[in-house]
T-cell receptor, first 111, second 116 residues
Framework: GENVEQHPSTLSVQEGDSAVIKCTYS??????FPWYKQELGKGPQLIID?????GEKKDQRIAVTLNKTAKHFSLHITETQPEDSAVYFC??????????FGKGTMLLVSP | ETGVTQTPRHLVMGMTNKKSLKCEQH?????MYWYKQSAKKPLELMFV???????ENNSVPSRFSPECPNSSHLFLHLHTLQPEDSALYLC???????????????FGPGTRLTVT
């Protein structure tokens, strides 16, 4: 089955800096790659996604890049703010379009 | 909020109790999912329902019993649980499980379960 690796497990940045989280996947048939943000006491919230026919997608301060040849994709957050502090999960599609998740990255943005 | 609600938000139960978790989605989706989220582990998919039919059971112990009476409601019935079953149980829904570009899953807030 699909296997998703996510790095780093924790990331501390200063407000205004950029943050990058990277994921790799194993199943070359995967074609959908979402990113979720989970704040304390809440369920994961979809923040951006990318499909395999696209190399990059941007939404304001967040962007995702996909390299299908290398089977890796990344989340980029620019001009980080304290409210960006949360746990971020990457995922990739598997059988029945179900999602396999990475272990998560705890992002801490210090003022 | 995402349109997926879960009750209760917190549950403490003994190992001999029977309880149920409830999930409801207001998004008009046809697929619903149960996930288990434990500390320092990836989200683990437990069950998938599509149009009220179970399409996936990820080797989940029989002490967890799902029920999907219609496409808007999903239950997880719990009995004789173990302390290691303590976790956050998340429900999610999506348009379908059969691709077509409708992969987006939307999560509820979860039920924090503690088994004593």
């Amino acid at each position: 089955g699909e296997n998703v690796e996510q790095h780093p497990s924790t990331l501390s940045v200063q407000e205004g800096d950029s943050a990058v989280i990277k994921c790799t996947y194993s199943d070359s048939a995967s074609n959908y790659f979402p990113w979720y943000k989970q704040e304390l006491g809440k369920g994961p919230q979809l923040i951006i996604d990318i499909r395999s026919n696209v190399g990059e997608k941007k939404d304001q301060r967040i962007a995702v890049t996909l390299n299908k040849t290398a089977k890796h994709f990344s989340l980029h957050i620019t001009e980080t703010q304290p409210e960006d502090s949360a746990v971020y999960f990457c995922a990739a599609t598997g059988r029945y379009s179900t999602l396999t998740f990475g272990k998560g990255t705890m992002l801490l943005v210090s003022p | 909020e995402t349109g997926v609600t879960q009750t209760p938000r917190h549950l403490v139960m003994g190992m001999t109790n029977k309880k149920s978790l409830k999930c409801e989605q207001h998004l008009g989706h046809n697929a619903m999912y149960w996930y288990k989220q434990s500390a320092k582990k990836p989200l683990e998919l437990m069950f998938v329902y599509s149009l009220e039919e179970r399409v996936e059971n990820n080797s989940v112990p029989s002490r967890f019993s799902p029920e999907c009476p219609n496409s808007s409601h999903l239950f997880l019935h719990l009995h004789t649980l173990q302390p290691e079953d303590s976790a956050l149980y998340l429900c999610a829904s999506s348009h379908s499980t059969y691709g077509g570009g409708s992969y987006e899953q939307y999560f509820g807030p979860g039920t924090r379960l503690t088994v004593t």
